[in-house]
């Protein structure tokens, strides 16, 4: 059954699925009477074509965007020994949280969180290579973890039982603190405006330090004292200075930090809601499991270092619903699962074979610089309900029209989506490359590569 809704009536999920991001779950499997949630599972979002362009696009950006800052790049898998989650403390605290199996007579769990294998992956480097390992030392992964979340609040992308975080660890010294938190969350703005064209300003985002209390620790809060009054220290000395540079303002909230380190959670208005993003969390309690005070301390000889989580979207899932959602559809160009749509409008003359030859042509060249197009030929009385549909379902960022007019004067007219509304300009047939050039300069600007992956999506129109 075909069900119509209109755009304000849609939720992310009818977006990633009109997008062909998404299968939808509640969508039944043609011929086996079933619908996909059932083999998926609660709360496994399967993606589907487009999403599979989207999440290597942003994969792409993000791994050379943390490589340009001086992160190294891991890749973890999803399975471990539970004895690993047993070294972190997850299986005593987490254990209701995780998927854990046994095979062979040995327990395995698939991760829940990526800090264990990157510490792991920290301490085989300083084992090896001693005080060679320079400090702050930062390792980022995209990494795909699964969470045994309740199945009521189980819902679409914001709250999935399998998401990929924009994960990074960072093992600092207390010298360098307040310097790393202050370098993450330029990183953070720099991210949400330039590949994601989030409006950055002090009305949009605020800042909430969570901290002990402080006749708590030892108990509530593990650690000493010391360890906890530095640590927010830190946070504090790095949000009064976002604050002087940015005037992006913060609360503190005493009593709300985990219980195993202080942290600081970026708050972002998006669309009409405000949603939690970006986080950067010490952990006083994986620096002893993993026994990174004593090696340091052995190794370097007496430095005091603290190891940071952070994350700057949080999951890759989640940060797509609430995109989707806020804007309606709309993705920006680079990441977009259809980026052209080329239309061959004929006239019902002698000029229909020269229009589709070109409009083609252009659509095969799209395609071969690297980038997601597809073609349709319709006319000049049907193209405006042809564009309807289209921009009612896969929302290309870009589409272009070829008719008569246009091969005439030997170019193409490009109506391209931006801030809101769609702008048209003529090109020359020659200077294909150079619009596709102008709408990555940003991306290009920030995270050193463009992500062209090329496809030929033209049976999605
Ligand atoms: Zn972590």
Same mark, same amino acid.
């Given at each position: 059954m075909l069900v119509f809704k209109l755009d304000q009536e849609k939720d992310h999920m009818d977006y990633a699925y009109d997008m062909d991001i998404i299968v939808r779950p509640e969508a039944e499997v043609p011929g086996l009477n079933r619908e996909f949630g059932y083999y998926m599972g609660i709360g496994i979002p399967l993606f589907s074509i487009g999403g599979g362009y989207l999440r290597s696009s942003i994969y792409q950006i993000l791994v050379n965007f943390h490589a340009r800052r001086g992160y190294y790049i891991a890749e973890t898998p999803i399975i471990s020994s539970s004895s690993l989650f047993e070294l972190s403390g997850h299986l005593g605290f987490y254990k209701q949280n995780m998927y854990l199996f046994q095979v062979e007579n040995? *327990?395995?769990a698939i991760k829940?969180?990526?800090?264990?294998f990157h510490l792991m992956i920290f301490l085989n480097e300083l084992g090896k290579y001693r005080g060679r390992l320079p400090l702050p030392f930062k390792i980022f992964e995209l990494g795909r973890v699964h969470r045994l979340e309740p199945s009521g609040s189980v819902y679409g992308l914001l709250r999935a039982r399998s998401f990929t975080q924009d994960d990074a660890h960072i093992i600092t010294p207390g010298e360098n603190a307040v310097d790393v938190v202050k370098e993450v969350f330029d990183e953070m703005l720099t991210l949400y405006s330039k590949v994601f064209g989030l409006e950055v300003s002090s009305g949009s985002v605020r800042l909430r330090l969570s901290f002990s209390e402080r006749d708590k620790i030892g108990e509530e809060f593990m650690g000493d004292n010391k360890e906890w009054e530095?640590?927010? *220290?830190?946070?504090?000395?790095a949000a009064n200075e976002i604050k002087e540079k940015y005037g992006i303002a913060y609360t503190k909230a005493v009593g709300e930090a985990a219980f195993y380190g202080p942290k600081i959670d970026v708050l972002m208005k998006i669309g009409e809601k405000e949603w939690q993003l970006g986080t950067i969390q010490f952990d006083f309690n994986l620096a002893r499991k993993f026994k990174i005070y004593d090696l340091i301390r052995e190794v370097f000889g007496g430095i005091d270092v603290y190891i940071i989580h952070r994350a700057l979207l949080g999951s890759i899932e989640r940060f797509l619903g609430v995109y989707l959602e806020s804007f309606r559809g709309r993705l920006p160009f680079t990441i977009a699962p259809l980026?052209?749509?080329?239309?061959a409008i004929k006239a019902g003359d002698e000029?229909?074979?020269?229009v589709e030859e070109v409009a083609k042509h252009l659509h095969e060249e799209l395609i071969n610089l690297g980038f997601r197009s597809a073609y349709r030929e319709t006319s000049r009385t049907s193209i405006s309900g042809d564009v309807r549909l289209i921009e009612s379902r896969v929302k290309p960022p870009v589409i272009i029209y070829v008719g008569k007019r246009e091969i005439e004067k030997g170019k193409f007219t490009a109506s391209i989506y931006k801030g809101g509304r769609r702008v048209q300009k003529l090109y020359?047939?020659?200077?294909?490359?150079a619009l596709p050039e102008e709408l990555e300069k940003e991306i290009l600007e920030v995270s050193g590569a463009m992500p062209r992956i090329p496809g030929d999506l033209s049976y999605l129109i």
């Open positions: 040995r *327990g395995y829940p969180m990526n800090c264990p530095r640590a927010e *220290g830190f946070l504090e000395r980026q052209f749509a080329v239309l000029s229909d074979k020269k020359d047939l020659k200077d294909v490359e």
